[in-house]
């Protein structure tokens, strides 16, 4: 999990950012991604992918990347403007503001998938990257236990959709909410999940 951190930090580049983006799925709910600067000299025990650990794993691990980590940051965008300007583009806008956000400039990224982001810090994609970069999963921790909390708030602020069980992604019980209540204002009123059930 620490091979490209390691190859970079004796390649000289000192703080590597790991960004990665949770939400492209859902019918509901903002695009969600995190930063995260690594410290190399404090390890954290048990970082893998964020879909591979248990929600409770997530939420241990992560006060403990925030007390060890060099920097992290979060950035989100609203169903609206993912609307506006399609799920991939708000996925790789909240990645470039995620990096803005960061406390430290960082010397290098490492990104989640197959497209770079808007930024003149050199840069790497991974594909799957979560499962073999030990920053880019601490950043999906992050940005996935930021984003059911979200979720989980919203559930009472647009009670019967039951966000707080399935974070907004397309459930058999979603689409049926749906088809019931119509659809939230937080809902992405252009998937084809959303449009079929209206």
Known sequence: MFSYEKKLLADNYELIAGIDEVGRGPLAGPVVAAAVILDPLHSIKGIQDSKKISSSKREKLLPEILQKSVSVSIASI???????INILNASLEAMRVAVSRLQFNPSFLLVDGNRMIDSIIPQKTIVKGDSVSASIAAASIVAKVCRDRMMIRMSSHYPGY??????GYPTKEHLECIRIHGASKIHRRTFKGVLSVN
């Open 162 to 167: 039951g966000f707080e069980k399935h974070k």
């Open 78 to 84: 609203s169903p609206r403007q993912i609307e506006r």
